[in-house]
């Protein structure tokens, strides 16, 4: 499986149930037909930003944080849109991007708090970008 694919299987689970340790996420995972070792779950939970909060995984936020960690959208060029994120939410919200299948959007590099997005051209830039703001809201 992929690990994209597992990571948007572990942000699923931690939004549906109360999961307290690595080893308990990674059985929800295999129980759901997605192998996964410690390791591979330790490195996608510090990928995606995940934290733990009253002893249970969750998605880091603010209050009033409509927009799941991200901030801003800026062009770069005519073939790349910029997205800046909260720290630690950049592949977080790159997955949930890659997850809505934009067919502007040819495909996405995550860091820590900025993500590029690439287009074909111009136009798919300015389509992109406004799909974008709609599914965060």
């Known amino acids: 499986m992929l690990k994209r694919q597992r990571q ?3 942000l699923n689970l931690i939004r549906a ?3 307290g340790t690595q080893e308990a ?3 929800h995972l295999e129980r759901s037909g997605v192998p996964a070792t410690q390791s591979s779950v330790s490195r996608d939970l510090e990928e995606l930003g995940v934290i733990k909060h009253h002893g249970a ?3 880091p936020h603010t209050n009033g944080d409509a927009t799941r960690g991200l901030l801003s959208l800026d062009v770069a060029g005519e073939v790349l849109v910029v997205a800046r994120c909260l720290p630690g ?3 977080s919200v790159a997955v949930e ?3 809505a299948a934009i067919a502007e959007i040819v495909g ?4 820590e708090d900025t993500i590029f997005i690439a287009v074909p051209d111009q136009k798919a830039q300015r389509v992109a970008m406004k799909k974008i703001w709609e599914l965060f809201g």
Do not use: F, M, P, V
Request: proline residues 0%; without cysteine.
């Open 108 to 111: 996405t590099l995550a860091g």
């Open 57 to 59: 995984y969750a998605l």
């Open 17 to 19: 149930k109360r999961i």
């Open 25 to 27: 996420l990674r059985a």
């Open 8 to 10: 948007k299987k572990i």
């Open 97 to 99: 991007i890659d997850d």
């Open 89 to 91: 939410r950049a592949s």
